[in-house]
């Protein structure tokens, strides 16, 4: 049983750093992966071991059981053992709602589950979306994972987001391209926050709906400097949005309208792409 002194044990099997901290001395290969599959043996168990043993950052002690939590991880998906991942991903969304373990250890585990979770690790990283210690991971954990069950997290905790929670799950939002979120990503257009603004447009733009169009000219047109610049833009990949998805229609009006509006200077180079889009659905 890889289990208390057994697994310190195993774990002291795990390479040393050398001076800049890079796993590239006390390399033995062979060594190593028995190890990982005697601790991967007992899974659960030793999953939530190695969690106890890990330390700071870039502390000596943080080291090995760093690594090899993460050897366990991807020993599971090298070997395509499913259960296997479930019940390890299983225990680290678990200790990912322990508040007693320090900030840094949960953090891992977002960055874990970011790698190897799928849907059971969902309803835990939407509890922390709104801790601002773990928003950035677990938002990040949630939109590699994907699928409807990650963008309903996202989706609920959006409403009740605000500053730094709300940038990140926008644009967690924004790289699934989510349809559902839609409506999210109108309000977000007049939030007080000009990143989340950008954030808003660009998800708007990508879920690709023409109704969108009237929206996001009425803020780019209202904007200054580099918010016009960039919710203009959003205008441009929603009219290719359109175009790819055959609603030329709608695209070409998005196109002229940028023509006509985008006339200064230091705007010829939306005319230009909007030239180049509508000679792409001519």
């Known amino acids: 049983m890889a289990g208390g002194e057994q697994l310190k044990s195993l774990v002291e099997q795990m390479p ?25 043996r007992e899974g659960q168990e030793s999953v939530l071991g190695l969690i106890k043993m890990l330390g700071e950052p870039g502390s000596t002690e943080n080291v090995k059981p760093h690594f090899a939590l993460h050897c366990v991880v991807n020993y599971a998906l090298i070997q395509g053992n499913e259960q296997l991942r479930k019940e390890i991903c299983e225990v680290m969304a678990a200790q990912l709602l322990n508040e007693g373990l320090p900030t840094f250890q949960r953090v891992y585990l977002c960055q874990e589950l970011q790698w190897a979770g799928r849907d059971e690790a969902c309803p835990a990283l939407g509890e922390v979306l709104l801790n601002e210690n773990l928003t950035d991971v677990a938002a990040t954990a949630l939109a590699a994972i994907g699928g409807e069950r990650a963008a309903s997290q996202l989706r609920m905790a959006a409403s009740n987001a605000k500053g730094k929670c709300r940038l990140n799950l926008i644009d967690a939002l924004v790289s ?18 000009r990143e989340v603004r950008i954030a808003a ?10 109704d969108g169009a009237d929206l996001l000219f009425k803020v780019a047109d209202a904007a200054k400097g580099w918010e016009r610049t960039q919710i203009t833009k959003a205008c441009l990949i929603l009219a290719e ?7 030329k229609s709608d695209a070409k009006q998005i196109y002229d309208r940028l023509q006509k509006t985008r006339t200064g200077s230091s705007e010829q180079h939306i005319r230009d792409a909007a030239q180049r889009g509508l000679a792409a659905i001519a």
């Open 16 to 40: 040393d750093p050398d001076p800049r901290g890079m796993y590239t001395e006390n390399i033995d290969k062979e060594r190593i992966e028995k190890a990982v599959v005697e601790i991967a």
């Open 176 to 193: 699934l391209a989510d349809p559902q979120s839609a409506a999210i990503f109108q309000e977000a257009l007049v939030d007080e926050d």
């Open 201 to 210: 447009a660009l998800g708007l733009a990508k879920v690709g709906r023409a």
């Open 241 to 247: 949005k359109l175009a790819v998805n055959g609603n």
